[in-house]
């Protein structure tokens, strides 16, 4: 399989991709990144562009821990926010859910920028985004835009990165104390996860004073839950309150947007919805308690 | 459309070509240069046949433009071998972690990576690792006998016994790309 004809371009700086984006304003154009969703749907689903500007732009493949969040540029590998200590150390909960993407090759390629600008429904870093609280970084040729994650995810792929603008990177404040997990049914054939859950509980005394919990595959983009959230908000965190949370889930996804496709149906994923917040808040539970490693 | 001049090292040898932009890798590989190590399975990039290392890392060549790799080191399963078969194609062969054999360069090409990274890794880690490989005959309980016996012997320095001196680079311990 082939992808049909196009015209390549590789741009070595974020200056030079976005003067690419201006030249070719009027063609149908992709960006390249690591390739992992752009070239099969290059070769299977009709995505045929007129272009593709390929990033090689090393200045995008850093991660970099500032006062309270680390900064992570958007030519990141899945394999690096895995590897990468500072990444581990600060904004596990974004190491996690990499660490469950795909397979050992595709973690060797695929980037968190074009993983969060591709926004497949499946997708881990997404909820990832979501639970930590994180700022989607774009930048055009007028200057830099700031997007936070809880309105970049559009709905069915679509983001709110405009045509003439490059994903640059996501910067991720450090949680608080307290617990993290990423929890998620993989689809066996497709890697994706039919349904995942990411959340961050943070803890005073045992007492959750803020939880961010979200969920993909669910529904046609990563969201927020946020009756699960206010069911944990100022609650002892224990298995009581983790199981009284979890039987929130499903009403923050109408049924009827449930995702329903050849791998699963929306019902099923409904119960999986149920289940995996459960299970990541019971991890993050663990985690804040101090009984579970965090990595 | 557009082509491109590109440059690749595979196996050591480094190789000047001109690719259309949207030639992928293991194509260039295998119908540019003949180096037919990777096999094309699914072209979808879940099978992992076409796997090969892309300066030391496992990718699946049916997923990377050959423009892409412009500049690259590549290796193969068929690089691994110099002179006779290295430590871990000879696990696979003593423990017969292959039947047809179709998926076994991009299986040798994960493992590579896999031991340089964790000299020894449990079977849960091997089998985390060659997720992204698929075999359809033999099963993988074989496989995974493989890759530790491949990593027990790199431990020891032990190269499988009938061809102590094949691949000696690859054949010792783990060089300092092990704590990465």
Same mark, same amino acid.
């Given at each position: 399989?082939f992808p ?5 371009? @590789?741009a070595e ?15 149908d154009v ?16 009709? @995505?045929?562009?007129d ?8 200045a ?10 680390t900064?992570v540029g958007a030519l990141?590998?899945y394999?690096t ?15 996690e ?7 050992t090759?595709?973690?060797? @390629?695929g ?8 926004a497949?429904?499946g997708a881990?870093l997404?909820a ?6 994180a ?17 970049f995810?559009r709905?069915?792929g ?7 603008e490059?994903?640059?990177?996501v ?5 608080g104390?307290g ?6 049914k993989t689809h ?5 996860a039919?349904?995942g ?8 005394e ?18 927020r839950?946020p009756?699960?959230?206010d069911a944990?908000a100022?609650?002892p965190?224990?298995a009581?309150?983790?199981d009284?949370?979890?039987s929130?889930?499903r009403?923050?996804?109408?049924a009827?947007?449930?995702?329903s496709?050849?791998?699963?149906s ?12 459960a299970?990541?808040l019971?991890?993050a ?7 579970t490693p965090t990595? | 459309?557009?082509?491109h001049?590109?440059?690749?090292t ?8 001109t690719?259309e ?6 194509h260039a590989l295998?119908d ?9 399975g ?10 090969v290392e892309?300066d030391?890392?496992?990718?699946k060549?049916c997923?990377?433009l ?6 690259s080191s590549?290796?193969?399963a ?5 002179g ?6 000879r ?5 017969h972690g292959?039947?047809?054999g ?7 090409a994960t ?7 964790n000299?020894?890794p449990s079977?849960?880690e091997?089998r985390r690792?060659?997720k992204g490989n698929v075999?359809?005959?033999t099963?993988?309980e074989s496989?995974?006998d493989?890759v530790?016996?491949?990593a027990?012997?790199l ?6 016994g009938?061809e ?9 311990a783990?060089g300092?790309g092990?704590e990465?």
């Amino acid at each position: 399989m082939f992808p049909a004809e196009f015209d390549y371009e @590789r741009a070595e700086s974020v200056s030079e991709a976005l003067g690419l984006l201006e030249r070719y304003a009027d063609a149908d154009v992709e960006v390249l990144a690591g390739g992992h969703s752009l070239v099969p749907a290059m070769k299977t689903e009709g @995505r045929e562009p007129d272009v593709v500007v390929d990033l090689d732009v090393p200045a995008l493949d850093a991660v970099n821990a500032l006062d309270d969040r680390t900064v992570v540029g958007a030519l990141t590998t899945y394999a690096t926010l895995v590897d990468s200590g500072t990444v581990r150390g600060t904004v596990p909960l974004v190491a996690e859910a990499a660490s469950e993407v795909g397979d050992t090759q595709i973690r060797n @390629r695929g980037t968190i920028g074009g993983n969060l600008a591709e926004a497949h429904p499946g997708a881990d870093l997404p909820a990832a985004a979501l639970a930590s609280d994180a700022t989607v970084l774009l930048r055009d040729r007028d200057g830099k835009r700031e997007v936070p994650a809880t309105d970049f995810f559009r709905g069915g792929g679509e983001t709110a990165v405009e045509r003439d603008e490059l994903l640059t990177g996501v910067r991720v404040p450090y949680p608080g104390d307290g617990g993290f997990a990423y929890a998620r049914k993989t689809h066996p054939a497709t890697g994706y996860a039919m349904v995942g859950v990411a959340a961050v509980v943070e803890t005073e005394e045992g007492t959750v004073t803020a939880a961010r919990v979200a969920a993909t595959g669910a529904v046609d983009r990563a969201v927020r839950l946020p009756s699960v959230e206010d069911a944990l908000a100022d609650e002892p965190l224990d298995a009581d309150t983790v199981d009284a949370a979890a039987s929130e889930a499903r009403a923050d996804v109408d049924a009827d947007r449930l995702r329903s496709d050849a791998y699963a149906s929306g019902e099923f994923r409904g119960e999986l919805l149920e289940t995996y917040v459960a299970r990541a808040l019971e991890t993050a539970a663990d985690r804040a308690a101090g009984d579970t490693p965090t990595r | 459309m557009s082509t491109h001049d590109i440059t690749l090292t595979v196996d050591g040898t480094t190789e000047e070509l001109t690719v259309e932009s949207r030639t992928l890798l293991v194509h260039a590989l295998r119908d540019e240069l003949g180096d037919t190590a990777p096999n094309v399975g699914c072209e979808s990039g879940k099978c992992g046949a076409c796997t090969v290392e892309l300066d030391g890392d496992a990718v699946k060549s049916c997923t990377v433009l050959a423009v892409q790799a412009d500049g690259s080191s590549v290796t193969t399963a068929a690089g691994l071998a110099d002179g006779g078969l290295d430590p871990v194609q000879r696990a696979f062969h003593d423990e017969h972690g292959l039947q047809c054999g179709y998926c076994t360069p991009g299986m040798l090409a994960t493992t590579h990576q896999l031991l340089a990274e964790n000299p020894d890794p449990s079977r849960a880690e091997i089998r985390r690792a060659l997720k992204g490989n698929v075999c359809r005959c033999t099963g993988y309980e074989s496989i995974v006998d493989a890759v530790e016996t491949a990593a027990a012997r790199l431990r020891t320095g032990d190269g499988g016994g009938e061809e102590p001196t094949a691949g000696s680079e690859r054949a010792g311990a783990p060089g300092p790309g092990a704590e990465d």
